[in-house]
């Protein structure tokens, strides 16, 4: 039965789309069955009998997230907001682990974000993950009073709060260039 479904489905999806074509025969580059490619930001999926995934999460704004593991690797870039979504770019037929990093529009890279194994299921969802910022600092060694600058991007609207290691006491001076 599933299979009758799966081949009516197959056979009748590029007859409907044959028939908008030619209802709708392209007026301008770009547009197919009427349809503009403004459209662009509209993802429709569809899954039969197959698991669904997806992953989704905040970073620095416009920073290239890297998904991998072991069988697994995949990239996207979030939104001007930070906003990433991984969606259906795998199922997870056997439980794995795997790491999230982000490198932002400079090239400086986050500590990456390992992910305990996935559960196995038809429909996983993990989210929202909370990337780390993206840190660096101006040069490679430091000397008791020198002035250190560090530098990066973190999610927008969020404190970075900054702990060091040292037997003082007090405030401290702290450049905030990593708030967006």
Avoid: H, W
């Amino acid at each position: 039965m599933k299979r009758l479904l799966l081949t009516v489905l197959l056979t009748l999806l590029p007859l409907q789309l044959g028939f908008l074509y030619l209802k709708n025969p392209p007026q301008s580059p770009g547009t197919v069955a009427g349809i503009t490619a403004q459209a662009a930001d509209v993802e429709n999926s569809v899954s039969i009998g197959e698991f669904r995934f997806s992953l989704f999460g905040y970073t620095s704004p416009l920073a290239q997230v890297t998904f991998e593991g072991l069988g697994i690797f995949d990239q996207t870039t979030a939104d001007d907001k930070g906003y990433f979504q991984f969606n259906n770019r795998f199922s997870p037929f056997s439980s794995r682990e795997a790491c999230l990093s982000s490198k932002d529009q400079f090239g400086r890279l986050s500590s990456p974000l390992c992910l305990p194994p996935f559960p196995v299921n038809y429909n996983v969802s993990i989210g929202p993950v909370i990337m780390p910022p993206t840190v660096s600092l101006d040069k490679k060694d430091y000397f008791m009073g020198d002035e250190v600058v560090l530098s990066g991007q973190a999610v927008p609207n969020t404190d970075v709060k900054l702990s060091v290691f040292t037997k003082q006491q007090g405030p401290s001076l702290i450049r905030t260039d990593l708030i967006n």
